[in-house]
T-cell receptor, first 117, second 114 residues
Framework: DQQVKQNSPSLSVQEGRISILNCDYT??????FLWYKKYPAEGPTFLIS?????DKNEDGRFTVFLNKSAKHLSLHIVPSQPGDSAVYFC????????????????FGQGTILTVHP | EAGVVQSPRYKIIEKKQPVAFWCNPI?????LYWYRQNLGQGPELLIR????????DSQLPKDRFSAERLKGVDSTLKIQPAELGDSAVYLC????????????FGPGTRLLVL
């Protein structure tokens, strides 16, 4: 049972335009969400995260939106750059009672983003 | 600061053979994770260590997989015997705290079982 789903295997956008990557989850116990970026032959690197107490978190060109009622989150990249071309993974985690996450991540399948010059 | 180091980077073996992967986490990181990433899928947690203790190994196929983290630093993941379905990328990650965003991943070991 795939608890975190990224239904778009790939996305192609033009440089300077907005990239929107989507992610859905089914486990209502998830309350911390992350996006990772992965280049070929490298491990995933943390990009941005959001707690369930927020609906938006922004870091430079990257913004993550969370819609808890729909169990949906999205990553917006504006403006997109060719160097953003990579595989993007959505991940989710449950928090402990103390507010610290357990550290166990459940990943989606990934979306390959290609940004054309 | 050096990142998470994994070796070997690539491994090709025949089925039923044993194989081992090694991970050296970032210095000072107490928490170490092993993930398996199948083709076209996201990483899946196999085991998590807090220092020397395996605190979550619920996803580790214990009939053929084993792991150890002696002295709470380096870790080894072993498969014996390997099966065709074990072909995947095995990722090691480490973190200094119990926070998910601070997990740093190594480059992974790509295993091909023939």
């Amino acid at each position: 049972d795939q608890q975190v789903k990224q239904n778009s295997p790939s996305l192609s956008v033009q440089e300077g335009r907005i990239s929107i990557l989507n992610c859905d989850y089914t486990n209502s116990m998830f309350d911390y969400f992350l996006w990772y970026k992965k280049y070929p032959a490298e491990g995933p690197t943390f990009l941005i995260s959001i707690s369930s107490i927020k609906d938006k978190n922004e870091d430079g060109r990257f913004t993550v939106f969370l819609n808890k009622s729909a169990k949906h989150l999205s990553l917006h990249i504006v403006p997109s750059q060719p160097g953003d071309s990579a595989v993007y993974f959505c991940a989710a985690s449950e928090s402990s009672a103390g507010g610290t996450s357990y550290g166990k991540l459940t990943f989606g399948q990934g979306t390959i983003l290609t940004v054309h010059p | 600061e050096a990142g998470v180091v994994q070796s070997p980077r690539y491994k090709i073996i025949e089925k039923k053979q044993p194989v081992a992967f090694w991970c050296n986490p970032i210095s000072g990181h107490n928490t170490l994770y092993w993930y398996r990433q199948n083709l076209g899928q996201g990483p899946e947690l196999l085991i998590r260590y807090e220092n020397e203790e395996a605190v979550d190994d619920s996803q580790l196929p214990k009939d053929r997989f084993s792991a150890e983290r002696l002295k709470g630093v380096d870790s080894t993941l072993k498969i014996q015997p390997a099966e065709l379905g074990d072909s995947a990328v095995y990722l090691c990650a480490s973190s200094s705290t119990w926070g998910v965003e601070t997990q740093y991943f190594g480059p992974g070991t790509r295993l091909l079982v023939l």
